[in-house]
C-alpha cells in the first residue's frame, strides 16, 4: 500500500509550487498553528482573523478542510477531551508540510510588504 | 437548543444528502454539529441575522455539493472511511494516494481512441472511393483498396495486441478488443451471409451476441474501465449499418462524426481512468450517436418514397429508442448482474443461490429474445432489429421460464438481503433488486413496434401506449446507471 504522508514530504521547489495561497486557506491554516482545532472553532478564527470580512459556511470550510487533509496540509486527530457521550472529538492539526508552507506563504507576504515599504520610503 | 435551531438542523441534515457518500461519511456528522452551534450563536442576534446565516450556508452546501460531485466524478475524492487512518503511534493522518486519482497518461488516452479515428478514416476513405467509382466506372476499385486497409488495420491490432501482452493487458488495450474480437468472428460473419433461413446451423449466430454478453460480464468482473471501452465502438459500429441507406455524402460526414466522438469519449474515459463517469459519458455518447443517426435515416435517407419512413419526430423516436436502449443494456446489464452478484454474497447463505437463480435466468431470457432475432430474421449483424412471428414456441417457453426464475431469484434475494441488513436503506435494497428484474421487460420493449408472439410475462410494456413504455425504459436506464455508479459498500468489493 503506497501512503503520502505530509510530513514526509520535503523540498523547497514543490512548496513555492503552492504559493501563493488564497485568503481562505492560509487564515485556515493560521487558526491551526498555536494549536489543532475543531470545526466550529476554525470557523470563528477565519471570521476573526480576516477582521469579520471572511464568514465561511459550513460546506465552504468543510471543502476546504478535505482537500487540505487530502493534499496533506493537515491531519485529523482525536481529540483527548471527549464529548459527554463519551466519544472523541476530531481536531485537525496542521503536519509539518503544512506549517512549512504557511511559514513559506508568511515570509512571502513579508518580503512583499518590505518591498512595498521600501518603495514608499523612497518615494 | 430552541426549536427554530433544531428545525434548521434537521433541514440542514436533509440538506447534506446533496453531497456525495463519501463524502457525508467522513464530514456529515461534523457539519452537522458545527452547523447547529454557529445557528444557535446567530440566533442570539436576532431573526435577521439567523435568515443571512442560513441563505449563506444553503449557497454554500450547494455550490460545496456541486464541487464534491465533480471532484467524486473526476475519482480526486478522498474516500475518507477507506483511506483516512488515524496512526496510533505517531497521531498523524495517512491518506491512501494509490487507488485514489490515477488518471492515465496522455498516450495510454490516445492508443484508446486510435482505433476508432482510425476506423473514422477507414469508413470515409471506403466511401469516397464507391462514390469515384460510380463517377469513373471503375470497377474493384473499392475491394482492392478496401482489403489492402483492413489487412494493415489487422496487422496493426496484432501489433497492439502484442504491446498490450507485454504492458500486463492495461486499460486502454480494451478499445481495441472489439476489433481483434470482429478478426476473430470473421468466419462466422461470412458464414451468416451464406447460409439459407432454414439451415440449422444458423443456430450457431447465437454465439456472436452471446459471446459479447459473456465477454462484457467476465471483463465487468475484473476491471469495469474495459467494459466501457469495450462497448463504445459497439454503438458507432451497428449504427453505421444504417449508413448504407444515406447519400454518400451525409454517410461520409455522419461516419466521421461518429467515429470521432467515439475516439475523444474513449480518451476522456483512459485519461481520467474513471468507469463511474465512463459509464455516464457512454451514454451520453449513445444518445447523441443514436439521435443523429435516427434524424439522418428518417429526413436524409435515399430510400425510395414508398418504403421511406415518414419524416416526423415520431419515427426519429421510433429508430432512436429501441437501439438507444439495447446499447444501455450492453453497458448497465452486466454490471448490473455484478452488483447483484455482491449483494447475494453478503446476504447470508441464501444470497448467492437466490443470485445462482437470476443469473441463469437472465441467460435463458437473452438466449430466447436472441434465438428469435437470429434464427427466424438473419439480421446478424443487428442485434435489435425484428422479432416477427417466430413460430418457435421453445423460444416464447424458454423466455417464459426464464422470466419466472428472474422473478423467483429476485424475491429471494430482496427478503433476504433484507433480512440481513446488508444495504442502510431498505429503499436501495429493493431499487436494486428491482432495476436489473426489468431487465427482461427492457428486452421485451426492445421490441415494442413489432407484431408478434411474445412471452406473456415478459412482454407486458409491449402492449402499453408507446410515449408511456418509452418514458419507463428511459427512466429505468437512468435508474440502472445511477445504481451501477453508486457506491454501495464501504469497502469496494475486491476485483476477482
Redo the contacts between chains.
Keep these: ?7 514526509e514530504l520535503s523540498g523547497g521547489r514543490e512548496i513555492l509550487e503552492e504559493l501563493p495561497l488564497t485568503e481562505t486557506t492560509f487564515f485556515i491554516l493560521l487558526s491551526l498553528s498555536p494549536n489543532p482545532k ?3 472553532a476554525m ?1 470563528k478564527d477565519v471570521e476573526q482573523l480576516s477582521e469579520g470580512r471572511i ?9 476546504a ?2 482537500r487540505l ?2 493534499d ?1 496540509w493537515i ?4 481529540d483527548h477531551n471527549t464529548q459527554e457521550d463519551g466519544r472523541g472529538r ?1 481536531v485537525y492539526a496542521l ?1 509539518r508540510y503544512g506549517r512549512r508552507i504557511l511559514n513559506a506563504e508568511f515570509d512571502r507576504l513579508k518580503d512583499l510588504v518590505a518591498a512595498a515599504r521600501q518603495v514608499y520610503a523612497e518615494g | 437548543m430552541p426549536t427554530t435551531t433544531r428545525l434548521a438542523r434537521h433541514i440542514y441534515a436533509l440538506c447534506l444528502g446533496l453531497y456525495p457518500s463519501s463524502f457525508r461519511e467522513a464530514f456529515a456528522d461534523e457539519m452537522q454539529v458545527v452547523f447547529a452551534k454557529a445557528a444557535f450563536e446567530t440566533q442570539r442576534r436576532g431573526i435577521l441575522a439567523l435568515l443571512g446565516m442560513i441563505w449563506r450556508e444553503i449557497c454554500g452546501l450547494l455550490v460545496g455539493a456541486v464541487s464534491e460531485h465533480w471532484q467524486a466524478l473526476s475519482r480526486k475524492e478522498l474516500m475518507m472511511d477507506e483511506t483516512l487512518e488515524i496512526d496510533a503511534g505517531s497521531g498523524t493522518a495517512q491518506l491512501e494516494m494509490g487507488s485514489r486519482y490515477d488518471p492515465g497518461t496522455w498516450r495510454a488516452a490516445l492508443m484508446a481512441g486510435l482505433p476508432h479515428f482510425l476506423m473514422g478514416c477507414f469508413f470515409a476513405t471506403l466511401s469516397i472511393v464507391t462514390a469515384y467509382e460510380f463517377a469513373t466506372s471503375r470497377e474493384n476499385l473499392t475491394n482492392i483498396i478496401g482489403i489492402t486497409l483492413a489487412v494493415i488495420f489487422a496487422v496493426l491490432i496484432g501489433v497492439v495486441l502484442l504491446i498490450g501482452k507485454r504492458a500486463s493487458w492495461p486499460s486502454w488495450v480494451a478499445s481495441w478488443y472489439p476489433y481483434a474480437g470482429i478478426l476473430v468472428m470473421l468466419p462466422l460473419l461470412w458464414l451468416s451471409q451464406h447460409l439459407d433461413q432454414s439451415d440449422p446451423l444458423r443456430y450457431v449466430m447465437l454465439v456472436l451476441p452471446m459471446t459479447l454478453a459473456l465477454v462484457m460480464y467476465l471483463v465487468a468482473r475484473r476491471n469495469r474501465l474495459k467494459v466501457v471501452l469495450i462497448a463504445l465502438p459497439v454503438v458507432t459500429l451497428l449504427w453505421g449499418v444504417f449508413l448504407e441507406f444515406f447519400t454518400p455524402e451525409v454517410d461520409v460526414i455522419l461516419g466521421l462524426w461518429g467515429w470521432s466522438l467515439t475516439a475523444v469519449v474513449a480518451v476522456a474515459i483512459v485519461r481520467l481512468d474513471n468507469w463511474r463517469l465512463g459509464v455516464w459519458l457512454f451514454l451520453a455518447l449513445s444518445l447523441l450517436i443514436s439521435l443523429t443517426s435516427a434524424v439522418a435515416f428518417v429526413y436524409w435517407n435515399n430510400i425510395p418514397a414508398e418504403h421511406a419512413p415518414d419524416r416526423t419526430i415520431y419515427e426519429v423516436v421510433r429508430f432512436l429508442v429501441p437501439q438507444f436502449l439495447s446499447f444501455s443494456i450492453l453497458v448497465l446489464g452486466p454490471l448490473l448482474v455484478w452488483t447483484l452478484g455482491e449483494l447475494g454474497q453478503r446476504s447470508g447463505p441464501m444470497g448467492t443461490p437466490a443470485f445462482q437463480l437470476i443469473f441463469l435466468g437472465l441467460l435463458v431470457v437473452m438466449v430466447c429474445f436472441l434465438g428469435a432475432v437470429f434464427l427466424r430474421d438473419g439480421s446478424n449483424y443487428v442485434l435489435v432489429y425484428r422479432f416477427r412471428d417466430t413460430g418457435l414456441s421453445w423460444l416464447v417457453t424458454g423466455a417464459t421460464l426464464g422470466g419466472i426464475a428472474v422473478v423467483f431469484g429476485s424475491l429471494m434475494l430482496g427478503i433476504t438481503a433484507v433480512i440481513n441488513k446488508v444495504l442502510s436503506s431498505r429503499t436501495t435494497t429493493i431499487l436494486l433488486v428491482a432495476v436489473p428484474l426489468m431487465l427482461p421487460l427492457v428486452f421485451s420493449i426492445v421490441y415494442n413496434n413489432i407484431s408478434g408472439k411474445a412471452s406473456w410475462l415478459l412482454a407486458p410494456l409491449r402492449d402499453f401506449p408507446f410515449v408511456i413504455s418509452t418514458t419507463i425504459m428511459l427512466g429505468w436506464v437512468l435508474l440502472g446507471a445511477w445504481l451501477v455508479t453508486r457506491r454501495f459498500w464501504k469497502v469496494e468489493p475486491r476485483i476477482r
Design positions: 500500500m503506497k501512503y503520502l504522508r505530509g510530513d475543531h470545526g466550529y470557523m464568514r465561511l459556511s459550513t460546506g465552504t470550510l468543510y471543502g478542510i478535505k487533509l487530502e496533506g491531519k485529523r486527530v482525536e476530531k503536519t
